[in-house]
């Protein structure tokens, strides 16, 4: 399943994006964010689960971003608020079908990714 992003572009420090994800199945329970910034590894950022409502999400970020589910449009969104330039990065929207406190943070536990959307933070 091919995953798809949405809602990425360039801000100023201290401003205000959101992400959009679709397209994943009725079989993933838990839709994550990940981002990559240049020379960097993938790094988790925040988890949801469609079915509890359970939300996870990094020290780096808790507190300035929300990741919620959002029906009828069926999308699982990640509000960035109080942006940084160290927040410049390609955000991934990444599915897995159970939610596992340590799992949730493992790339490789996930069957499904998108492209990846473009976030640029100047200072």
């Known amino acids: 399943v091919q995953l798809v992003e949405s809602g990425g572009g360039l801000v100023q420090a201290g401003d205000s994006l959101r992400l959009s994800c679709a397209r994943f199945g009725r079989t993933h329970d838990v839709v994550a964010w990940f981002r990559q910034a240049p020379g960097k590894e993938r790094e988790f950022v925040a988890a949801?689960?469609?079915?509890?409502?359970?939300?996870h999400y990094s020290d780096s970020v808790k507190g300035r971003f929300t990741i919620s589910a959002i029906n009828p449009e069926n999308t699982v969104d990640l509000q960035m608020n109080s942006l940084k330039p160290e927040d410049t990065a390609i955000y991934y929207c990444?599915?897995?079908?159970?939610?596992?406190?340590?799992?949730?943070?493992?790339?490789?536990?996930?069957?499904?990714w998108g492209q990846g959307t473009q976030v640029t933070v100047s200072s």
């Open positions: 990444a599915a897995q079908p159970a939610w596992h406190r340590i799992s949730i943070k493992v790339l490789k536990a996930y069957d499904s």
């Open positions: 949801i689960s469609r079915g509890t409502g359970n939300t």
